[in-house]
């Protein structure tokens, strides 16, 4: 279906649709807040009993093969295919014909995934030394990493499955509840970290088992969701079905397009593992604190304006599809530029105050913190990325986003390798945040020559106004910096004060914001009065 010309289409006013973004991004937020705070709390644990030795490398390695897959595909180029085919779908307004779609999309990624589990089960020897080859000089740790990942790997079966089931309910604009499954396998890894690893030879393998109990929990949870709205999964062969086709097209080249920074991160873990003991474990902990307001910004916000951005595209609205992008843009920038600076700032007070203790030492900060201070820099451009590649995809254009991505990898590559000699890990996350920069920058330059898509008045505006309001937020923390690091207080009088500091840091910014009249936060206030009221 071609677009219409802008002068065609229905307009919805600017501030209702930024209203209903909101609420969709608003629901994905709260909960994966809470999601994220449970992975704070997981990750506390494992920094506690196993900091960065050997362990804890092999169990993030364990952990990242089927992270990253599920990422790659069912978060990322299955997610963002199969959403624009299931809007079209909806469109039609035909359920029986919808619901034959989602039975047929089912039976064959359930057969193709169970499939991949098993081959990769066996040759998992092989695929360990291709993923970590610097673990061959240690058989104990190489073993240790193959043994976790057997016991992980089905993750990916489940968790493809729960993204299929996300993305059906989300294009109902039912958002919570695949929101909220993410947090059930933080609460399994826990509850294996502190009930069954202790009591195992290997200590480790209880966290591989809390990974696949977490993955068949989110597909439970989602289950009665689904049979709610009639969308229950159901086996019907039909491998030569449309919609499958569709999805295949659109999903082959946007596995690059989508998840550049997955593959990036896994390169990183590649040429770590030829870095000294500990350093996948640095990356990995500073990485943890970067998802954190990414899942709360980019990820929510791409969440939900992807099913609004294919809606558009199939309605042929192409003004429409501007405003809601225009409106993600800016939402993104607001909570993100203020976001990277203070994640920069308060890098090591941050790591101390959540993982210090135990085999976590004051080094293992300063070291963590180094890789930390590289992916923090690239928050935003991270979050960019999160939110303008779905507009290709929502126009059904995949060859865009594989071409920048494949320009993005290439750099990311020549970086490594320089940037890992003389900075080591924190070198590793330098690169990878070069290459976001890159790949967001060509992602809007191309949107801009595919669709003419320029940000709409007052956008430089509100960007200058929240660049300054986050520079009086800087000022503030430069000055505090000194008593949260000061080493003679006690961990509970930092951690008090630093949950302070950000209270009053982000007061600080929203309030200057507001005078400097933002016009988005005081809309989001008069949301929230009306909320109370």
Not at 172 to 201: E, V
Request: charged share 15%.
């Amino acid at each position: 279906m071609s677009l219409l010309p802008p002068q065609q289409t229905a307009s919805v006013p600017d501030a209702t649709s930024m209203k209903r973004l909101l609420r969709s991004a608003g629901v994905v937020s709260f909960f994966t807040l809470l999601s994220r705070i449970l992975g704070f709390a997981r990750d506390v644990v494992i920094a506690r009993g196993f900091g960065a030795g050997m362990g804890a490398d092999a169990f993030i390695v364990a952990l990242k093969l089927p992270n990253f897959l599920r990422r790659l595909f069912a978060e990322g180029a299955f997610s963002t295919a199969f959403v624009p085919v299931f809007s079209d779908y909806l469109n039609r307004g035909n359920r029986e014909e919808t619901h034959d779609a989602v039975k047929a999309v089912f039976s064959s990624l359930l057969l193709i995934l169970t499939l991949l589990v098993i081959l990769c089960q066996l040759f998992m020897p092989w695929l360990m030394l291709i993923l970590a080859p610097g673990f061959s000089d240690n058989p104990e740790k190489l073993q240790l990493t193959i043994d976790l990942t057997r016991i992980t790997f089905p993750y990916i079966l489940f968790i493809a499955l729960v993204s299929l089931a996300g993305g059906i309910l989300n294009s109902f604009n039912r958002f919570a509840i695949p929101s909220a499954t993410p947090m059930l396998l933080n609460i399994s890894l826990i509850i294996c970290a502190i009930f069954i690893a202790p009591h195992l030879q290997e200590p480790t393998t209880g966290l591989a088992i809390g990974v696949f109990i977490g993955g068949l929990a989110q597909l439970a949870m989602q289950w009665p969701a689904l049979k709610s709205i009639g969308m229950g999964f159901s086996w019907r062969w039909d491998p030569h079905h449309p919609a499958i086709k569709r999805i295949l097209k659109l999903m082959g080249p946007s596995v690059l397009g989508v998840s550049v920074a997955q593959i990036n991160l896994l390169f990183d873990l590649f040429l770590a593992s030829w870095l000294p003991e500990g350093s996948i474990s640095y990356l990995y902990y500073a990485d943890r604190l970067v998802e954190f307001p990414l899942g709360l910004v980019g990820i929510a916000m791409a969440t939900a304006i992807l099913p609004a951005l294919s809606a558009r595209a199939a309605a042929g609205d192409l003004d429409g599809l501007h405003r809601q992008l225009d409106t993600g843009l800016r939402f993104t920038l607001l909570l993100n530029i203020p976001a990277t600076a203070a994640l920069i700032l308060l890098r090591e007070p941050l790591l101390a105050m959540l993982f210090e203790r135990g085999a976590f030492t004051p080094d293992t900060t300063r070291l963590a913190g180094q890789a930390l201070l590289a992916y923090g820099i690239g928050l935003t451009f991270y979050s960019l990325i999160k939110v303008t590649a779905p507009a290709f995809y929502a126009l059904k254009d995949t060859r865009t986003p594989v071409r920048i991505a494949i320009v993005a990898m290439l750099s990311n590559v020549v970086l490594n390798l320089i940037l890992m000699i003389p900075f080591k890990h924190a070198g590793l996350a330098l690169a990878t945040t070069l290459s976001a920069l890159i790949n967001a920058s060509l992602l809007l330059y191309k949107l801009h020559k595919k669709t003419g898509f320029t940000p709409r008045p007052g956008f430089w505006n509100m960007f200058f106004k929240t660049f300054f309001a986050t520079l009086a937020m800087a000022a503030f923390l430069i000055a505090v910096l000194p008593y949260l690091e000061n080493p003679t207080s006690s961990m509970t009088l930092r951690a008090l004060l630093l949950t302070a500091t950000i209270v009053a840091a982000s007061v600080l910014y929203f309030t200057t914001a507001w005078l400097l009249g933002i016009h988005e936060v005081k809309l989001v206030m008069k949301m929230i009065a009306r909320k109370k009221t």
